[in-house]
């Protein structure tokens, strides 16, 4: 959003609230006119003053437009022709500040919705996970309309606050980032709020942070947070972060929850993409390693002087280049990490075996052979099968070589 744009929009919102404030109150004193005056109870639904909030002046002002309508409908009751004009021009005002106030909030929308569709479209350009977590902040302040952005990770129960963006850094801002640093670890559990975001997995608003009893205090204490909205960051099935956006001065909005969700989901995104393809690059890298090693191995199998003597001397003066075997015997690493079976059942995924041939081989059960499998990968700190057989063969292909 421009400064332009901005400042337009905030005096156009100046504008509809002063007027709807005005037919809120001429309205009001009309209904209350009269001897056939309307029924308190009813006028009192449209609050005994204007509110700030647009959107709930509006409804204020429709409950005053549907009971004017009506008394100018009902024949019993008695109006003269100054009256019924007088009633008639406070209904052509009450609809006039109603459609302003529509046309703002529905152009408003637009506008913010334009604006993070290119801020999306700026984060799917770019490629790197660390590039990402940089500027998501910064990216989320401009796409969605937000003074600023606060970036937390979730690990294990645990949140994290973790890089925060202002568009004004001030005093209040330099505390807040110090505070970020400085802040330990702290269990969801103790939070409310943030629990909500991960159990429910959407959006949530904070309307007054000093009288909300979700809010976490010292994070509204450290940030100066009044109203608020936050999202969290889903990868898979789980949560791994959440989002905090405000502006200063001002209410959020459900508009502004719906944005900041929209942001949270597409980063998400962009950000899993990110770290599958760093994934991808490294077992590329991986494998291309392996097979130069295999190429050298192999090279020197078919390269090896041949001499006259016999298979089983192995110190016979014939054999001038000893050949190195396809696959070295077992580097103590492994022995220490894995059990016998475990080496047997690792030694025959790589041979690319399933989970019942294995169990064939090894004349055990599939669930058996599938709870070994599961213990080779977490003694490795692998995630799955390829990144085992990976290892395992950067640890045995060549492993004398050197």
């Given at each position: 959003m421009t400064q332009s744009t901005s400042a337009v929009a905030a005096k156009r919102r100046a504008e509809l609230a002063r007027t709807g404030a005005a037919v809120h109150g001429e309205a009001r004193r009309l209904l209350a006119a009269g001897p056939a005056a309307a029924d308190p109870d009813d006028v009192a639904e449209a609050g005994a003053t204007p509110a700030a909030d647009l959107r709930t002046l509006d409804g204020q002002l429709a409950v005053l437009q549907g009971l004017l309508r009506e008394r100018l409908r009902d024949v019993d009751v008695a109006l003269d022709r100054t009256e019924v004009a007088e009633h008639s021009q406070v209904l052509h005002e009450l609809h006039q500040v109603r459609f302003g106030i529509h046309d703002l909030l529905g152009n408003e929308r637009l506008r913010r919705l334009d604006q993070l569709d290119s801020g999306l479209q700026e984060l799917r350009r770019i490629t790197d996970q660390n590039a990402l977590l940089?500027?998501?902040?910064?990216?989320?302040?401009?796409?969605?309309?937000?003074?600023?952005?606060?970036?937390?990770?979730?690990e294990d129960g645990v949140w994290r606050p973790w890089r925060s963006h202002s568009t004004v850094m001030a005093g209040a801002e330099r505390r807040f980032a110090e505070w970020i640093r400085e802040v330990p670890?702290?269990?969801?559990?103790?939070?409310?709020l943030e629990s909500e975001l991960v159990r429910r997995r959407e959006g949530v608003m904070v309307v007054d942070a000093s009288r909300d009893p979700r809010v976490y205090a010292p994070l509204a204490e450290a940030s100066e947070l009044r109203s608020y909205v936050a999202a969290p960051i889903?990868?898979?099935?789980?949560?791994?972060?959440?989002?905090?956006?405000?502006?200063r001065g001002s209410e959020v909005t459900p508009l502004d929850r719906d944005i900041l969700w929209s942001f949270a989901i597409g980063f998400a995104q962009v950000?899993?993409?990110?770290?599958?393809?760093?994934?991808?690059?490294?077992?590329?890298?991986?494998?291309?390693?392996?097979?130069?090693?295999?190429?050298t191995v192999l090279e020197a199998l078919a390269t090896s002087e041949i001499e006259l003597a016999t298979h089983h001397e192995p110190t016979a003066v014939a054999v001038t280049r000893p050949l190195r075997p396809l696959v070295a015997e077992r580097p103590a690493m492994l022995e220490k990490l894995l059990t016998q079976r475990e080496l047997e059942v690792l030694a025959l995924m790589a041979t690319g075996a399933t989970n019942d041939r294995i169990a064939q081989r090894l004349v055990i059960a599939t669930a058996t052979v599938k709870s070994h499998v599961k213990q080779v990968l977490r003694k490795l700190r692998v995630e799955n099968r390829a990144e085992a057989i990976s290892?395992?063969?950067?640890?045995t292909i060549g492993a004398h070589d050197e």
């Open positions: 940089e500027v998501a902040c910064e990216l989320g302040t401009r796409a969605g309309g937000f003074e600023r952005v606060m970036l937390s990770r979730v670890s702290i269990q969801l559990s103790h939070m409310v889903i990868s898979g099935e789980r949560v791994i972060g959440l989002l905090h956006a405000d502006n950000y899993e993409r990110a770290v599958l393809l760093a994934r991808l690059r490294d077992q590329r890298a991986e494998v291309l390693r392996v097979m130069r090693t295999v190429e290892t395992y063969l950067r640890l």
